[in-house]
């Protein structure tokens, strides 16, 4: 009587341990590969980017995207405003081949770029809001802007007008 004890214990503790197996396997991006003998968990990895989102965002900045992820679901993370502009192609797989994702707005129906505040054009956008070539210098770092804090400077009260309008690119 021990002794059958002694195995149906045995025969529990063993599926146990492979049903405990299983559903670590099934909880993690684990598969479990098997070469008769022994049984071992093997991490699958997925191919991750970090990509910078700007312009008409909520929250502007640096996001991971995880492989199979959609320009959208990159998006939604960074959070559309209702004048965000997103073309249909937003909706496909993120193809990992760029590491900045700019996005523009519309107004009244017309589509209109984001402007990049280190590019040729900003000093006319930010003349149309009465800031002179001099105040824009004023703000810079080193000859360029680095961040949103020194446009919030620069536009003073009108900064909530326009922070999608512009984004902190390269020169």
Not at 85 to 105: E, G, V
Not at 131 to 159: H, N, P, V, W
Request: aromatic share 14%.
């Amino acid at each position: 009587m021990k002794k059958s004890l002694a195995v149906i214990y045995i025969v529990i503790m063993t599926s146990l341990v492979v049903i405990s197996v299983i559903v670590i396997a099934l909880n993690r991006p684990y598969t479990i590969a098997s070469d008769y003998s022994t049984i071992k968990l093997v991490q699958q990895s997925k191919q991750q980017h970090t990509v910078y989102i700007g312009g008409a965002v909520i929250n502007e900045g640096y996001y991971v995207c995880t492989e199979g992820d959609t320009y959208y679901d990159l998006l939604s993370r960074a959070g559309l405003l209702s004048c965000s502009y997103c073309h249909a192609s937003y909706y496909d797989q993120y193809d990992f081949s760029s590491t900045t994702l700019i996005i523009d707005y519309m107004i009244n129906g017309e589509l209109y770029y984001s402007i990049n505040a280190n590019g040729i054009f900003f000093d006319d956008f930010a003349s149309q809001y009465g800031i002179t070539s001099d105040q824009i210098e004023q703000c810079k770092t080193s000859g360029a802007f680095t961040s949103k804090t020194q446009l919030r400077q620069l536009f003073g009260t009108l900064y909530e007008q326009v922070h999608y309008m512009i984004y902190v690119g390269e020169s």
